[in-house]
């Protein structure tokens, strides 16, 4: 039995439902189908999520909110046109729409959310109906008579465990069950959803909880890349990884899977396929615990940027205890997070995001490194990249590093850091972020392209 989620570039026109459809009716295993809101039809297309936020600011603001309304609807109406059917649930989803804009503003953590959640819930009444009326009985179902309870979190809503065995039961559905991703409902009954992207966190949770075989995640591309395309042209598409290699090359910049979507269907132990809405035939991405063919040492290259280094010197600085935790009290001080921590022998560099840092923030960290720890040295540097390059097999293979180091040195490019954890997924290698292209072109032909 398989869990089946589509993103919004999938559901975007009716073309593309007929799509969905036909993916849905060629394999009777498909039993759940997880589905985002609407998304572009073209690039200058507004996203439904996106229509409804804009929607929930008029109607906080006091604006008139009738063009939003009428456009949204609209939306879902020339899709129901398009496909060429009556479809009884629009009444109830222009309804749904108009709603919005009278429940109450003060006091209500979770108006918000509940806007964002109208796109999905009322694609999900949609395509449940038309499947239905297409031949294949299908039934749309809310997240809380799924069973998907949530934490009390607006905008970054967690599963409660006890979800799992009230999701268990809709295994026995007789139709195809069609769930609106990126939300859940609290204790409380508030409509409270996972952070942008959460669909796939939705189609994460009911696989883990129906115990899958198999959560196919569709979206518009032929699975996971070996590096991003824009960089490389043509990169070739990854067959298999590991959910270990696939945290690491998230963490540093792939963004095909929200990265909370991991998380359940790991620890259900349910293989993951991405796969392409527009090419099904294609096998996509397979995501599994541990890899079932002779994998490269190498199956990724991600590239991340805006990182910052904090760089700290001060002589016999391995002698002082307590040094470390000083330096990174002075960050948990201003609450600010941390990524990597490369160290020498009289030196350490704290490498963080840019998005923490701010010119005050700057200035008191260095004033307190200076003032508090008595550095020799510390400075602050800007505009740089760390490029991962993620492999299970690395372990047993012996001088990939060097094969790295040595294609970087191939091309000049200077290498600021270099880290490598001890379950030795991945390595990073910190550099100037005018550099970075150069540096994973290099690593990419060095792996990919060699013989
Ligand atoms: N529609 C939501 C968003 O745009 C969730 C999703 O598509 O996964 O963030």
Redesign the pocket.
């Known amino acids: 039995m398989k869990v089946t989620k589509f993103?919004?570039s999938s559901l975007a026109s009716a073309v593309q439902v007929q799509k969905v459809f036909s993916i849905i009716q060629a394999d009777p295993e498909r039993r759940f189908v997880v589905v985002?809101?609407p998304?572009k039809r073209n690039a200058a297309d507004t996203?439904?999520?996106?229509a409804l936020i804009k929607y929930y600011k008029e109607y906080v603001d006091g604006k008139d909110v009738t063009a939003s309304q009428a456009w949204i609807i609209k939306r879902y109406q020339d899709m129901v046109d398009e496909l060429g059917f009556q479809a009884k649930s629009m009444a109830k989803i222009a309804q749904d729409i108009e709603v919005l804009a009278t429940l109450p503003i003060e006091d209500n953590d979770f108006l918000y959310d509940t806007f964002?959640a109208a796109?999905?819930n009322n694609n999900a009444r949609l395509i449940a109906e038309y499947f239905t009326h297409a031949g294949l009985p299908a039934r749309y179902i809310h997240p809380k008579e799924a069973g998907l309870i949530v934490s009390s979190e607006p905008g970054n809503a967690r599963i409660l465990p006890s979800s799992y065995d009230r999701i268990e039961s809709l295994h026995d559905a007789e139709e195809v069950l069609i769930i609106p991703?990126?939300f859940g409902v609290t204790v409380d009954n508030q409509i409270c959803t996972f952070s942008?992207?959460?669909?796939?966190i939705t189609g994460s949770i009911i696989a883990a909880g129906v115990k899958a075989d198999l959560y196919e995640n569709f979206t518009d591309v032929d699975g996971i890349f070996a590096a991003h395309p824009g960089i490389i042209d043509n990169p070739h598409s990854i067959e298999e990884l590991t959910y270990r290699e696939m945290r690491e090359l998230a963490y540093a910049g792939f963004s095909v899977l929200?990265d909370e979507a991991l998380l359940p269907a790991y620890r259900g132990k349910i293989p993951l396929v991405i796969k392409n809405t527009n090419n099904p035939d294609h096998p996509g991405t397979r995501i599994v615990l541990n890899h079932t063919k002779e994998a490269q040492p190498v199956v990724g290259i991600a590239a991340d940027d805006d990182f910052v280094s904090i760089n700290i010197s001060k002589y016999l600085m391995n002698r002082e205890v307590g040094f470390g935790r000083k330096v990174l009290q002075v960050l948990e001080e201003l609450n600010i997070r941390w990524e990597h921590m490369p160290t020498g022998i009289d030196d350490l560099s704290v490498v963080l995001r840019g998005r923490e840092l701010t010119p005050i923030k700057e200035e008191e960290i260095l004033r307190q490194l200076n003032h508090k720890l008595e550095v020799d040295k510390a400075e602050i540097e800007h505009d740089l990249s760390i490029i991962m390059i993620v492999g299970e097999k690395m372990k047993s293979h012996v001088g990939v590093a060097a094969t790295a180091t040595h294609a970087l040195s191939e091309k000049h490019v200077n290498l600021a850091m270099i880290s490598q954890g001890a379950s030795e997924v991945s390595v990073m290698f910190v550099v100037k972020t005018s550099e970075r292209d150069e540096a994973l072109k290099a690593l990419y032909d060095a792996f990919f392209n060699a013989n």
């Open positions: 993103g919004g985002s809101a998304g996203k439904v999520t996106d964002l796109g999905e991703g990126f942008r992207g959460g669909s796939d929200h």
